[in-house]
């Protein structure tokens, strides 16, 4: 269960599970990705990749340690509609975008030590966006770059 208002309660291990989703989308995703491109697209691709891989390995650590099963990836995921170094760029910048609103998630931890790792995760995915043509969002993790509304302010 996520944090929530009405009961005050953060859990910490869905949000890593949430957070090891990502990973595992993005693992494929760039493995789709550098078997499609070429140059400095595949080179970057590989780094990235590398990073994910890191990352997911982090959280099943995590998740061990809570006594908790890590969830497996799922067989496939959502491919872009084409290889095109435009539409392969995209992909990259959706997945970065998705795996930076896991770790803002995650960032509620109570633990000092997820937290610190949800933020630098967090800058770290925001930072790889970017490298894909994403512009800086205002607040990085949120959807569409903005906090939700405050409701009753």
């Known amino acids: 269960m996520s944090a929530s208002p009405e009961n005050g309660e953060?859990?910490?291990?869905?949000?890593?599970?949430?957070?090891?989703?990502a990973e595992h989308a993005a693992v494929y995703a760039y493995t789709y990705i550098g078997a499609r491109s070429g140059g400095r697209q595949r080179e970057r691709c590989y780094e990235h990749l590398e990073a994910h891989r890191a990352q997911r390995?982090?959280?099943?650590?995590e998740l061990?340690?809570?006594?908790?099963?890590?969830?497996?990836?799922?067989?496939?995921y959502e491919l872009p509609e084409s290889d095109r170094d435009s539409d392969l760029d995209?992909?990259?910048?959706?997945?970065?975008?998705q795996a930076a609103q896991a770790y803002l998630e995650l960032a509620a931890a109570p633990a000092a030590a997820v937290r610190g790792l949800a933020l630098r995760s967090l800058?770290?995915?925001?930072?790889r966006g970017m490298e894909w043509?994403?512009?800086?969002?205002?607040f990085p993790g949120f959807v569409q770059g903005t906090p939700p509304s405050q409701a009753g302010s």
């Open 123 to 127: 800058q770290d995915t925001t930072l």
């Open 90 to 97: 995209a992909y990259a910048q959706r997945v970065e975008r």
């Open 133 to 138: 043509g994403t512009r800086l969002p205002v």
């Open 57 to 61: 390995d982090t959280l099943r650590v």
């Open 64 to 76: 061990n340690e809570r006594g908790a099963t890590p969830d497996p990836g799922r067989p496939a």
């Open 10 to 21: 953060f859990g910490t291990v869905p949000a890593l599970q949430a957070a090891l989703h």
